[in-house]
């Protein structure tokens, strides 16, 4: 069966410190995977999503970036974080083709300070 | 650009009742219509899948129904328990890849 990890699951970073947030799926090949995130009192915002090995689409200007060196590995990044940029990131993948729906991992939550 | 809402924000209910949840969206070209559950500082958990050519979905005391015409889904829960309490999140998957998130409806089942 397919499986989604998040990791880590809390972090506290000071401003101006980088960021790698990793996202890995097991038992598929070749799926879709996206970044989310929730800020406090917010719904959900899609961040990045990538539907193969170095293909990154981004939603919204930010301070983030992402990358997909491999097939199911899904890394959240920035090299100088902000005060906004708190939140709970969330990782989910979907089937490349196929109306199936998505998978979320367990989320980090992140607070910088 | 397709928005979806859900009503109402906050639901608090005794034990027992039956209850429904409701999401419209605005753009009726959707693939399929997903429901989530979140609890406190988890992630999500998928709860049901409408894909647009279907009505109604079924899991043990869920149902979820789609009208997609009319831009509407229900969730309706039967005899709802305390651990029920959550926040219930509907997702569009537009003609897109992208996955478009309601605000969700944060409930909670009084004992």
């Known amino acids: 069966s397919q499986t989604i990890h998040q990791w880590p699951a809390t972090l506290v970073q000071p401003v101006g410190s980088p960021l790698s947030l990793e996202c890995t799926v097991e038992?598929?090949?070749?799926?879709?995977l996206y970044w989310y995130r929730q800020a406090a009192g917010r719904g959900l915002q899609l961040l990045f999503y990538s539907v193969g090995i170095g293909q990154i689409s981004s939603e919204v200007p930010q301070n983030l970036s992402a990358s997909r060196p491999q097939d199911r590995q899904f890394i959240l990044s920035s090299k100088k974080l902000l005060l906004s940029d708190s939140g709970f990131y969330l990782c989910?993948?979907?089937?490349?083709?196929?109306?199936?729906?998505?998978?979320f991992g367990s989320g980090t939550r992140l607070t910088v300070v | 650009k397709q928005e979806v809402t859900q009503i109402p924000a906050a639901l608090s209910v005794p034990e027992g009742e039956n209850l429904v949840l409701n999401c419209s969206f605005t753009?009726?070209?959707?693939?399929?219509l997903q429901w989530f559950r979140q609890d406190p500082g988890k992630g999500l958990t998928s709860l049901l899948l409408?894909?647009?050519?279907?009505r109604e979905q079924t899991s043990g005391r869920l149902n979820a129904s789609l009208d997609k015409s009319s831009g509407r889904s229900t969730l309706y829960i039967a005899a709802s328990q305390p651990g029920d309490s959550a926040t219930y999140l509907c997702?569009?998957?537009?003609?897109?890849?992208?996955?478009?998130f309601g605000s969700g409806t944060r409930l909670l089942v009084r004992p």
């Open positions: 038992g598929t090949s070749n799926p879709n």
């Open positions: 753009d009726s070209a959707i693939y399929n």
């Open positions: 989910a993948w979907r089937p490349r083709t196929g109306a199936y729906g998505y998978t």
């Open positions: 409408i894909q647009s050519s279907q």
């Open positions: 997702a569009v998957r537009d003609s897109s890849y992208k996955l478009i």
